[in-house]
């Protein structure tokens, strides 16, 4: 069973708006960290935003503040990426993340010791 399956990724023109989908297993939503990275074509990996799924924190990198909402719906085990206003420069293979247990739930954490990583989904962005 894959731990975590992304979907909801297409190409849209700037300023629409996409829905990304994380469906994590029961075991892997347990998880007290998870979140989302993306990568564009010759740029490296970077973390977009992050939540615990057992406490009411989130969080979003500046670069998508105000235009990307991270979320989860316990009951469906899955996390949520919503994204408006979308940019050119918001080109890119995106991948839902997870970490077990842990002190600490941050993008960092989840760069250095997540224990699943989905498959991604394509973003492409018109202008």
């Known amino acids: 069973q894959v731990p975590l399956v992304e979907s909801g990724g297409d190409s849209v023109q700037a300023g629409g708006s996409l829905r990304l989908s994380c469906a994590a297993s029961?075991?892997?939503?347990?998880?007290?960290?998870m979140g989302w990275f993306r990568q564009a074509p010759g740029k490296e990996r970077e973390g977009v935003a992050v939540l615990n799924t057992g406490t009411a924190f989130t969080y979003v990198v500046a670069s998508v503040k105000g235009r990307f909402t991270i979320s989860k719906d316990n009951a469906k085990n899955t996390l949520y990426l919503q994204m408006n206003g979308l940019k050119p420069e918001d080109t890119a293979m995106y991948y839902c993340v997870a970490r077990r247990g842990g002190p600490t739930c941050s993008l960092s954490v989840l760069q250095d010791s997540a224990n699943y990583w989905g498959q991604g989904t394509q973003v492409t962005i018109s202008s």
């Open positions: 029961g075991y892997a939503y347990s998880n007290n960290c």
